[in-house]
């Protein structure tokens, strides 16, 4: 039973740059969803797909942010642009029917 | 606004001291209540599911229980292994599958 990955766990990038983080949920799982966590404070919802349709999206999800999840599968997370306030563990779950969303390692961001 | 407020923000123990975590919610129609345990650079860990008033749920040392405005994780002789961030977060109703909304987290520290 291989849980959800996420790739890379640590990026640092200059203020500007692009960056682009993906995920691999459980195998089975037809939902995936990401959300940001900063120091101090819990998780924050970004935005949550059905199968490969976007049906989701918090109002933290500026223009600078796009995710994809082609085919239903893995989902890729894209900053444009990327701002010292980006800088966050970037953490994506994935559901099955039921409530319980299981977690993924993270991917830690840093913006110089 | 719904909302989830955890208290104490932290808390040390001594191994085999018990005691109580507190989650505090407000919510408009409540689908679900998660804990979850978060160690240090890692993702949160999926703990257990509260759906209605009353109900409770066992896992080693460690029992949550829900009332309509709270929530509470005991834990029982503790060792310290069970040091770790313990995040509590609901999801409402008509909000299927989506967004969970979490508290800041308790930091729980025990020493031998």
């Known amino acids: ?112 | 606004e719904d909302q989830v407020t955890q208290s104490p923000e932290a808390l040390r123990l001594q191994e085999g001291e018990s005691s109580s975590l507190n989650c505090s919610y407000t919510v408009s129609g409540l689908r679900g209540l998660f804990w979850y345990r978060q160690d240090p650079g890692k993702g949160p860990e999926f703990l257990f599911t509260l759906y209605s008033a009353g109900e409770e749920k066992e896992k080693e040392r460690l029992k949550a229980t829900l009332t309509k405005k709270e929530s509470f994780l005991h834990i029982t002789a503790p060792k310290p292994e069970d040091s770790a961030t313990y995040l509590c977060a609901v999801q409402a109703k008509g909000q299927a599958g989506t967004a969970l909304i979490f508290g800041k987290g308790t930091t729980l520290s025990v020493s031998s």
């Open chain 1, 1 to 112: 039973d291989t849980g959800v990955s996420q790739n890379p766990r640590h990026k640092i990038t200059k203020r500007g740059q692009n960056v682009t983080f993906r995920c691999d949920p459980i195998s089975e799982h037809n939902r995936l969803y990401w959300y940001r966590q900063t120091l101090g404070q819990g998780p924050e919802f970004l935005t949550y797909f059905q199968n490969e349709a976007q049906l989701e999206k918090s109002r933290l999800l500026s223009d600078r942010f796009s995710a994809e999840r082609p085919k239903g599968s893995f989902s890729t997370l894209e900053i444009q642009r990327t701002e010292q306030g980006d800088s966050a563990m970037y953490l994506c779950a994935s559901s099955l029917i039921s409530y319980e969303q299981y977690f993924g390692p993270g991917t830690r961001l840093t913006v110089t």
